[in-house]
T-cell receptor
Framework: AQKVTQAQTEISVVEKEDVTLDCVYE???????LFWYKQPPSGELVFLIR??????QNEISGRYSWNFQKSTSSFNFTITASQVVDSAVYFC???????????????FGKGTSLLVTP | DGGITQSPKYLFRKEGQNVTLSCEQN?????MYWYRQDPGQGLRLIYY???????QKGDIAEGYSVSREKKESFPLTVTSAQKNPTAFYLC?????????????FGDGTRLSIL
């Protein structure tokens, strides 16, 4: 079975602080895909990044960066110099493969609610 | 603009009533999905479809039904058998049926019991 764990339920930071959201996953597949989505208060899910299991290169996009480590089955997300607009729920998700019983649908973690205060 | 349209935004269900949530996409995506989100929870898969006229049960399909008669449409019916339907429902689609394609989501439908 596949599983995604986001141990941090809620995080509160003051604007301009850096914050890291943790994601740990479990899968038997050798090829899999990891995603991060943002859910602002309005409710829609916004795609942030996709990472293939065979590409462990870290990625930076503006204030966002992602650290993928297969050795620890983690795919952590860091926001540098956080802003109030970053306040949202962030979901880590794993796409199934051969050992998934749901085709290639996403297996989501329970999300981390980030609150950035001025 | 291409995207996914879910309607209605809010829906109320009476006891014993079936209700249908609409999901339409104009992205020409092959795969479509329905997820349920409860407060403080992640999204759980209800049904998915990888091709027209074919769909598969997800993790929590009991009390729900779907159809996929057209590529762009994937309606979800919440039947009276679903005893706890109050939740936020999200529809998604992806270009292919391989797991590396990101899913694009609609704005969701909030369903409540009257």
């Amino acid at each position: 079975a596949q599983k995604v764990t986001q141990a941090q339920t809620e995080i509160s930071v003051v604007e301009k602080e850096d914050v890291t959201l943790d994601c740990v996953y479990e899968t038997r597949d050798t090829t899999y895909y990891l995603f991060w989505y943002k859910q602002p208060p309005s409710g829609e899910l916004v795609f942030l990044i996709r990472r293939n299991s065979f590409d462990e290169q870290n990625e930076i996009s503006g204030r966002y960066s992602w650290n993928f480590q297969k050795s620890t089955s983690s795919f952590n997300f860091t926001i540098t110099a956080s802003q109030v607009v970053d306040s949202a729920v962030y979901f880590c998700a794993l796409s199934g493969g051969l050992y998934s019983n749901s085709g290639y649908a996403l297996n989501f973690g329970k999300g981390t609610s980030l609150l950035v205060t001025p | 603009d291409g995207g996914i349209t879910q309607s209605p935004k809010y829906l109320f269900r009476k006891e014993g009533q079936n209700v249908t949530l609409s999901c339409e996409q104009n992205l020409n995506h092959d795969a479509m999905y329905w997820y349920r989100q409860d407060p403080g929870q992640g999204l759980r898969l209800i049904y998915y479809s990888q091709i027209v006229n074919d769909f598969q049960k997800g993790d929590i399909a009991e009390g729900y039904s779907v159809s996929r008669e057209k590529k762009e449409s994937f309606p979800l019916t919440v039947t009276s058998a679903q005893k706890n339907p109050t939740a936020f429902y999200l529809c998604a689609s992806s270009k292919g049926t391989i797991g590396n394609q990101p899913q694009h989501f609609g704005d969701g439908t909030r369903l409540s019991i009257l």
